[in-house]
């Protein structure tokens, strides 16, 4: 097992190393305490905070992440919300897994807000992926509703199955439960990889409109 020293220098190495982060490791703050992460700065975009975030997350011995970062725009970024509305809205529209007028993009201060309904689970994560890495975007929230057109007996197996498929070793210690179109993952798993593998594995699934994923990481 890590200590919280190994696990930080690993973690900051990672950001080092991944060339998508535009930000000096040393600007951005690392506490580790018994594997819980707290990262703190100001990323220049929405963007590069999500990019950090990612970055973290694979880190083995990673068990939870705080987030306590906020985007600081670098002059000549900054976008009025009407110009970020109507850039959300063409990529919205130019995005071939978005279904057309099914979302619909309100921005305030920055901060984008991703409101309608779709029928698949990919379709909601693709919205917000369109308008992620938008110039000015300070922040997205997403909360484009998947429309339920399955029983909850077929939402389960689809997901097990998946669970086999992607993580045989631990889908035996993986327990799924089914609430209208939430569904909840109980249970352990090895790594951070793997405890997202089968949160994608359930979102994956035609008709679910909430995962809740509490799924703990062995030490």
């Known amino acids: 097992m890590k200590s919280d020293a190994m696990l930080r220098s690993d973690i900051v190495a990672e950001l080092n190393f991944d060339p998508a982060i535009t930000m000096n490791a040393t600007d951005i703050g690392v506490i580790v305490k018994d594997g819980v992460v707290t990262l703190s700065g100001h990323p220049s975009s929405h963007s590069q905070k999500h990019v950090i975030e990612r ?4 880190v083995k011995g990673v068990k939870a992440l705080a987030v306590e970062m906020s985007v600081r725009l670098p002059a000549g970024s900054e976008r009025t919300d009407a110009d970020i509305a109507k850039a959300a809205e063409n990529a919205l529209e130019w995005n071939v897994l978005v279904p057309d007028d099914a979302v619909h993009p309100m921005v305030e201060g920055g901060w984008i807000t991703l409101s309608g309904g779709v029928e698949w689970a990919y379709q909601r994560q693709a919205a917000e992926v369109a308008v992620r890495h938008l110039l000015g975007v300070k922040g997205v929230t997403n909360l484009v509703e998947v429309k339920s057109r399955f029983t909850a007996v077929d939402v389960e197996r689809k997901i ?3 669970l086999k498929r992607q993580a045989d070793r631990e889908a035996r210690h993986i327990q799924v439960l089914v609430d209208g179109a939430q569904v909840t993952l109980r ?3 090895k790594s951070w990889a793997e405890r997202r593998a089968a949160q994608g594995a359930a979102w994956s699934a035609p008709g679910v409109a909430k995962v809740v994923n509490n799924l703990l990481v062995e030490a």
Not at 55 to 58: K, M
Request: hydrophobic share 40%; no cysteine; net charge neutral.
């Open 160 to 162: 097990s199955d998946a």
């Open 187 to 189: 249970g352990t798993v």
């Open 55 to 58: 970055a973290v997350q694979r």
